[in-house]
């Protein structure tokens, strides 16, 4: 099956947004064995619309569109794929009563207008919305001798998903002829690409299963795609690659799935009932925040302070005066001190510390912008440790800093707890 | 002049890297009046790619590409428009040269498939690339009749943006006849865009400039595209302009362009010699975080608690246990005395406060998540409030919790200071 994906809608060819759609469902389609051969994005014009299904249709079996499903004059797909499949428009009851629904669930009347969201071209497998007001749909169609499929979704990015990963992909799987597909993916930190591909190299052959990494900075993910077979079949072929990648990878894998490491850092803390205080310098709040994104974290986070000023470093964190003098704010030695005193502080059980220069300025020979200290405080035991990240930009530096110090908690927290 | 842009390589389609560059180039090319009528992406694949330009050029006056520069065999971008512009390859010495300086440059020699980077379509003009190894062009092309510009960038986005910004422009410019044309952009907070829209109803006719409406959330930005004359004319113009839109939303208006309101706040605390305490709570260190991506910022932030338990409240902010005890940890009272906690134990100039329920979990009949109360705490003065931001997801609640504290500080800096 090769696929087309057609994002329709002003404000991506506008510029003013950014289309994420066309590539997650590129990844969602080849993980099913589907080849995408490009992407197009058109705004809501209906010659340009049906100029690009043309354009789309001469070459795929099957064009996934986004957008242009809403109720207003300028949602248009809808009818481009009526005219261009030649099947007229018809109300499609139960879309109707669930749009309906939906208005009477927020104590509102459905405005007429949004009646035309039912209309469904004849014969096309309706897609229901969970979790919106549009339906979609997988429309047949036929142009100039070519047997097609037109599979068009809305282009809210959180239903899209949901529908994609609900209908598209068992529809695929059924015009395949049932041959089952199956992915697992795996959130890595501390390697590089190329490391990591040296590290798997000869663990899995190109038969078994089709890897693939991707950077997502700070993380890379490894991702392995597995098709052919029954349902069963392909777990079981996923469980025995999965003991193979965890054997070469070992700790640099910190999650499987796209968990973040706040999410693994938090998940051992409440696990181990433990608590956390943190002594941020030149991550400036960036780790309290990541770790309070996680839902639930008041129960393991206790205490955040942002010790930007040597005089806060002395005060709250009882970071001795001398021994910023001798060694430097940037050092294991006040690093270390302020992990100690954030724990102190709080009554934690773990203290975490950063401290470094950001840049742009603030650099010297002896530090230069990148340099960061990290440090770590225990019942029994404390860590520090000095990195050269090299001279980027300050966000890069700061994301770097929080993710390695993470990195380094979730280390700490299984090798010693 | 009609427009369409092509990103060209392996990630973009298989869904692993994002195009940002077509927006970005739709953007530029729209505040010079060009109309952006799609954009197409495809694999590195030779038929791909010719068919993509063939389509594009059959309704575009200007084909801008971007990738497949580089120099190795899956760069296929300049062999393409080689082909269709029937145009052969040449090389271009003065390039060649600026390549082998980059090399030098960096203590190594040029590898002999970096040459490749030099060869040219004949009688193309040859954009250089400052920032990178791959110098882009804009080469002549007649397919079925019609003649048109194709435009190549490499697809680093800051190569691309550099270049685009310095070479593509001025290009148009030139083949629109020398009409000038400029843009101004205004960041606003705390007005809906419907709100803005009606704001501005009647200030600037259609034949003054476009005004488009662009939301990034927590900002919105209203943006003025004016074109025609001199470049002398098109700045007066932008000026009155300018004026009439301060007029109508005054204070909304936090910067012009894209800067921040953490960069807004701080020119403004530098300005007035202010420096400035933070207690957070259910932003959970974000503020920190925003403040201290800005360069500099060690000069004005002192401190930063994140209080997330209600003894860090009490033992480090100096909250009585009885104010949380009858007001609760989210309320008026309770946010006041972490400002002025967090500005005592600075000796800051201004404390600023955050308490809220940012889901999912916490929410109560008199307290709904997305309950959040800000506070700030000055000389001689303090303020307090509360909002109902509504039931939304925890991150919305953080970021719009965050950006409303920054707002409300900004207001205070000038107001008051």
Known sequence: VKATILAIGDEIVGGLTIDTNSGFLSQLLRGAGVEVD???????????IERALRFALARADLVVTTGGLGPTADDLTTACVSTLAQRPLELHESSLRAIEQRFRDRGVEM???????AMM?????????PDGTAPGFICPVEVDGRRAHIASFPGV????RGMAEASLIPWVVRAGGGQQFGSRVFSTFGLSESRLDELLEGAISPTEARVSFRAAFPRLQVRLNVSGGSADEVDQRLNELDARVRDRLGKHIYAVGDEGMEETVGRLLRQRGLTLALAESCTGGLIGHRITDVPGSSEYLLLGIVAYSNEAKRSLLHVPPDLIEVHGAVSEETVLAMA??????????????????????????????GTVCIALKWEGGEWAKRFQLGERSRGWVKEMTAQIALDR?????????
Chains 1, 2 share one sequence.
């Open 38 to 48: 490009g992407f197009v994005s058109v705004p809501d014009e209906e010659p340009l």
């Open 111 to 117: 405005p007429p207008n949004n009646r035309k969201q």
């Open 121 to 129: 071209p004849a014969g096309a497998e309706v897609l229901p919305n």
């Open 157 to 160: 990015p959180r239903e899209m």
């Open 340 to 369: 100690r005193g954030a724990r102190e502080a709080a009554g934690a059980d773990i203290g975490l510390a950063t401290s470094g220069i950001a840049g742009p300025g603030g650099g010297s020979p002896d530090k230069p912008v």
């Open 409 to 417: 908690l979730r280390r700490l927290l299984i090798d010693t707890f």
